[in-house]
């Protein structure tokens, strides 16, 4: 399996950018994708993340209201909008994905995910 991750870029405060997200070498019916994201120096956290048989959304509460998943399983994808971003998202941004139905409050942990992207960078600046 493997992630690619796109999307990110320079953009200033207040503004928005989508990361994607494709999955290739199998097609996720079950499991989950998610979005983290690192700065040097600190530990990969969850950003949001979406439970693939029944299409639950979860989020991290820095990014509630601001930034919103979706997916389009025909082309194994998912999206990250992100909206009003602040220069505290600034980070890289991986993608991951699981085959595991696991619960809820463990898809916000990176143990939770199989495999992972190379990670797109996101930088929010004047």
């Known amino acids: 399996v493997q992630l690619q991750a796109s999307g990110g870029g320079l953009v200033q405060p207040g503004g928005s950018l989508r990361l994607s997200c494709v999955a290739s070498?199998?097609?996720?019916?079950?499991?989950?994708m998610g979005w983290f994201r690192q700065i040097s120096g600190k530990e990969r956290e969850f950003v949001a993340g979406i439970r693939w048989n029944d299409g639950h959304k979860h989020y991290a509460n820095s990014v509630k209201n601001r930034f919103s998943l979706s997916r389009d399983n025909a082309k194994n994808s998912m999206y990250l909008q992100m909206n009003t971003l602040k220069p505290e998202d600034t980070a890289v941004y991986y993608c991951?994905?699981?085959?595991?139905?696991?619960?809820?409050?463990?898809?916000?942990?990176?143990?939770?995910?199989?495999?992972w992207g190379q990670g797109t960078l996101v930088t929010v600046s004047s």
């Open positions: 991951a994905a699981t085959d595991r139905n696991w619960v809820i409050g463990y898809l916000y942990q990176t143990e939770a995910y199989k495999w």
């Open positions: 070498g199998r097609t996720f019916n079950n499991g989950a």
